[in-house]
């Protein structure tokens, strides 16, 4: 154990911010998961406690492993990487899988271990990554759009139109992070506003093909208007029950909470352990829990930035808030889905909220970020940032 410590590098901050949620998450998560025993009926609470403790195990080793990638390897890993994801993309698409009459092609299993694997969470990182190497190719160069069509957007777009229909505000997210890395890559914003008038224009034609042809996406754009239009509806229907709920738990949670594994709303409010789950710690640990799990996210923004900015190359600085802001974006997201502030979404609190892939794509996010972090990685970007991606990944493999 010691030399596993000893090999540890990186930021030591976002090590410690990283491994206190994850211990955290046990708490919620056992509490949470009574849900799913006795209202669901699956599995028992400690089967569930020991999945997590395993998911998150694997979770570690992940960060471990890529934390000890050198930064540029990810240039052209992301080369290699960015048509099998678009192939899992497909694949998963593909499938027509449908919960309750909705599209939910979100998953597929892997075999043998018989784990599910929702591929949008990877294509997400994978095509971070693959935007932070272009724009840091293009850096201080004059580019024009039809330049960057080919090598830019279209990934993008193929990405974001096979996450969409089953999955809309991850799409979303995936969107506007990459206008966001974009903007902060130097990309010309004449060109940004012209993309976010094409994704307008695109999620429109969708809507209206989907409305015209309902078999083509069973449901799917139902949901999201009716998601909307609860949120925007100022009384309370059945559609707005998960909310209602998640509002309750919050209240009744107080300055202090009732304790550790104490919540009432765990046992009527669904996903309480994924989607809902600051819901239930707001109310096990008051206001001032809610609060503190929030500044730890802060901390891991302000780190990240930081790393961000220590970073001499390009490509690391862009790698960094590529992949490392939507963990944050993220964390926000279900926030404020729980008190209201946004409709309802579906995104986990990630390190806290149980589940498989969604914590290891997360994993494998902070491991890319300490992986840049690493002091040595400062001085051996100076001298690789303006190589060929493909000519390094050949060497050094």
């Known amino acids: 154990m010691l030399d596993f410590i000893k090999n540890i590098e990186g930021d030591k901050t976002i090590w410690a911010v990283v491994s206190l949620l994850a211990l955290f998450s046990f708490l919620p998560v056992y509490s949470a998961s009574s849900n799913l025993v006795y209202v669901v009926g699956n599995g028992t609470t400690g089967g569930h406690l020991v999945k997590h403790a395993f998911l998150l195990f694997l979770g570690f080793g992940i960060i471990y492993g890529v934390h000890k990638i ?28 449908t919960i309750d009459g909705a599209n939910a092609s979100r ?25 932070a190497r272009y724009l840091s190719k293009i850096k201080d160069k004059v580019v024009t759009f039809q330049e960057s069509i080919l090598p830019l957007w279209i990934p993008v777009f193929l990405v974001v139109v096979l996450v969409l229909p089953a999955n809309f505000s991850t799409a979303a997210i995936i969107f506007s992070m990459v206008l966001l890395l974009c903007f902060l890559g130097g990309y010309p914003i004449k060109y940004i506003l012209g993309i976010v008038g094409v994704g307008i224009l695109s999620l429109t034609l969708f809507i209206l093909t989907a409305k015209a042809v309902p078999d083509l996406f069973p449901n799917r754009v139902d949901t999201w208007i009716s998601r909307i239009e609860s949120f925007a509806n100022p009384e309370d229907t059945e559609a707005d029950y998960q909310i209602e709920r998640a509002k309750i738990a919050i209240a009744s949670g107080g300055v202090i909470g009732k304790g550790a594994g104490k919540s009432v709303q765990k046992n009527f409010l669904p996903q309480s352990s994924s989607d809902f789950i600051y819901a239930i710690i707001v109310e096990e640990y008051g206001l001032l829990g809610g609060f503190v799990l929030m500044f730890f996210y802060l901390l891991l923004l302000f780190r990240i930035v930081v790393v961000a900015n220590g970073n001499h190359s390009v490509f690391g600085k862009l790698l960094v808030l590529g992949v490392g802001l939507p963990i944050v974006f993220q964390a926000m997201i279900n926030m404020a889905v729980a008190v209201e502030l946004f409709p309802v979404t579906g995104q986990t609190l990630p390190l806290i909220s149980s ?3 969604s914590s290891w794509m997360t994993c494998l996010a902070i491991g890319i970020v300490l992986s840049a972090s690493r002091k040595y990685e400062v001085q051996e970007n100076k001298n690789v940032d303006e190589a060929n991606p493909l000519e390094i990944l050949s060497g050094q493999l």
Do not use: C, D, E
Request: aromatic share 10%; proline share 5%.
């Open 70 to 97: 050198p930064v540029h390897f990810f240039k052209g890993l992301s080369l290699i990487a960015m048509p099998i994801v678009l192939v899992l993309l497909i694949f998963t698409l593909a499938q027509g899988t």
């Open 107 to 131: 998953w597929i299993r892997i075999p043998l271990v018989g784990i599910t694997f929702q591929t949008s969470n990877l294509a997400a990182v994978v095509l971070m990554i693959y935007v």
């Open 355 to 357: 589940g498989g892939t």
